[in-house]
């Protein structure tokens, strides 16, 4: 995160106007100096003291308590911007990553990372429709808190901080050298070995400050934040030379004809086109439907979209995660409540949950061999009906393949520990009942995650049984 800050405020010395919107969630109390006056802004304050940098913090608590009291309602007073978006003129990249060390780190440097999926499009019309998705939210001004220079100046100095970590990012990420498995090995493994590397790490970086017009010396407690970082970087030593012969041009699939998706939060209300877009994905499959997202809570809609598309004979598979690979509680009791139910209300339904220590993060769909969608947007309430999202559509056979040749990877890979959950049924495919008239499960996740963890969610689940009778939930009751 500093790393890319820092290369905001390269671009933005450099004259290129920036403009950046976080969302007030990530640091709702302002305890990383992101967010709230008095607890200091200074790092998004050294991009706005550029004079060439815009920076709005979306919907902060009093905002919030505003919108939701007196305005839209209580999905209102809840809603975030959920979008992941970078744009330039002609280039975009948008999906379901943050910017952070979860989202970016190799798993061989850390097993418990987020398996997440992008895309990046190129041509100016796409990346004017994705710019005029964003510019939607970002120019609502009552939405946001509005990050304006210190009146003074900023009494501690970041620039060096955050220019620093762009110049050690980059030399990380582009250095020639490479890495052998011993000297990752011991980048892993030992403290020392750690120390050492980011020590070199440091120094290179701040013999580059220069490139990057800093003319003043890095004071110590410059010296101690960038060591940190230093450290940081050398533990994963999978990103060294990562980018060093990238071609952005790739893989690239040519002359497709694309589509921007976007929905505003329900602070603004005006604009869905991404539950309407998917449902109609569903409405329009022939064959068979790829469905792959974290967290997965059905609205009716939704469910009748894909009830009606079994029927005619399409092939439906759903692949999410489990309670062991989950990182929402909460989504995953209401995920636990609903699956066997799925199963037993939608024909040619199959549900797929990873298992292991990597959390599925990609809110990807595809319909047929022909349609395919990459997005923000979570199959869950507060996706369809409080927080904004974006994505794109994209008629192309090439990019739906990708995405189903990346799920295959999924169903292959030992670390994910894809596992099928199933049903009881006679012998015509009929769900069998039990005395309740709930589906019989015959594996889901009581049969893989420990006792101590499944007593947790059997308790938040008789949470949701109750929560469901809110007027909130109304689009999810069944």
């Known amino acids: 995160g500093m790393a890319f800050l ?17 969302d007030a969630s990530g640091d709702a109390f302002g305890l990383k100096g992101f967010t709230q006056t008095w607890r200091g802004q200074d790092y998004l304050q050294e991009l706005v003291g550029t004079g060439n940098a815009q920076v709005r913090v979306y919907h902060p608590i009093h905002k919030k308590i505003l919108k939701g009291s007196f305005s839209r ?11 992941k978006l970078i744009v330039s003129k002609d280039l975009a990249m948008t999906g379901g990553r943050n910017v952070s060390k979860d989202y970016f780190v190799d798993p061989k440097d850390r097993a418990d990372v987020y398996r997440d999926c992008d895309a990046v499009v190129q041509g100016e019309q796409i990346a004017n429709a994705l710019r005029a998705g964003f510019e939607h939210e970002f120019d609502d001004v009552q939405l946001h808190y509005q990050v304006v220079p210190d009146m003074f100046g900023n009494w501690v100095k970041r620039d060096i901080e955050l220019l620093g970590a762009h110049l050690m990012m ?5 250095d020639a050298k490479p890495l052998s498995e011993a000297e990752k090995t011991a980048l892993r493994t030992s403290p020392e070995a750690r120390e050492r590397q980011a020590a070199e790490l440091l120094e290179r970086a701040l013999a ?22 230093a450290l940081e970087l050398a533990g994963y030593p999978e990103l060294h030379g990562a980018y060093r012969g990238y071609d952005i041009q ?14 505003t939060s329900a602070a603004v209300g005006e604009v869905d086109d991404i539950g309407k877009s998917l449902i109609q994905l569903a409405t329009s499959a022939k064959e068979r439907i790829l469905l792959q997202n974290p967290y997965v809570v059905l609205t009716n809609d939704a469910i ?31 995920f636990l409540e609903d699956w066997p139910k799925l199963l037993a209300t939608i024909p040619n339904l199959r549900i797929f949950t990873f298992t292991g220590q990597q959390k599925l993060h990609a809110k990807v769909a595809a319909a047929d061999d022909e349609i395919a969608a990459v997005t923000s947007f979570n199959l869950d309430l507060l996706s369809a009906k409080s927080n904004g999202e974006i994505g794109v559509a994209a008629y192309s056979r090439g990019l739906t393949k990708d995405l189903r040749d990346a799920v295959a990877r999924d169903f292959a890979d030992p670390a994910q520990k894809v596992v099928e959950y199933t049903i009881q049924r006679d012998a015509a495919g009929k769900p069998v009942l039990d005395d309740k008239g709930d589906p019989i499960v ?9 006792p101590k963890l ?18 909130a939930f109304e689009p999810i009751a069944r």
């Not at 980059?170 to 582009?174: I, V």
């Not at 017009?213 to 004071?219: L, M, T």
């Not at 015959?442 to 420990?450: D, I, K, L, N, R």
């Open 304 to 334: 009748a979209a894909l009830k009606a598309a079994g029927e005619r004979g399409v092939k439906i598979e759903l692949v999410t995660n489990s309670p062991a690979s989950s990182d929402s509680a909460l989504t995953q009791a209401f």
């Open 454 to 471: 499944w007593n947790k969610y059997k308790a938040l689940r008789w949470i949701v049984r109750h929560a469901r009778q809110l007027p």
């Open 442 to 450: 015959t594996f889901g996740a009581e049969h893989h995650v420990s």
């Open 208 to 229: 580059r400050l220069g490139e990057v017009g800093v003319d003043r010396a890095p004071s110590k407690s410059d010296r101690s934040s960038l060591m940190k970082h």
């Open 170 to 174: 980059d030399t990380w990420l582009n």
């Open 73 to 83: 309602g209580p999905m209102s007073s809840i809603s975030a911007n959920h979008d």
């Open 250 to 263: 790739q893989g690239m699939h040519h002359d497709v004809e694309l589509k921007a998706l976007d929905r």
């Open 6 to 22: 820092g290369s905001l405020l390269k671009t933005a010395r450099a004259g290129d106007p920036v403009r950046l919107m976080t």
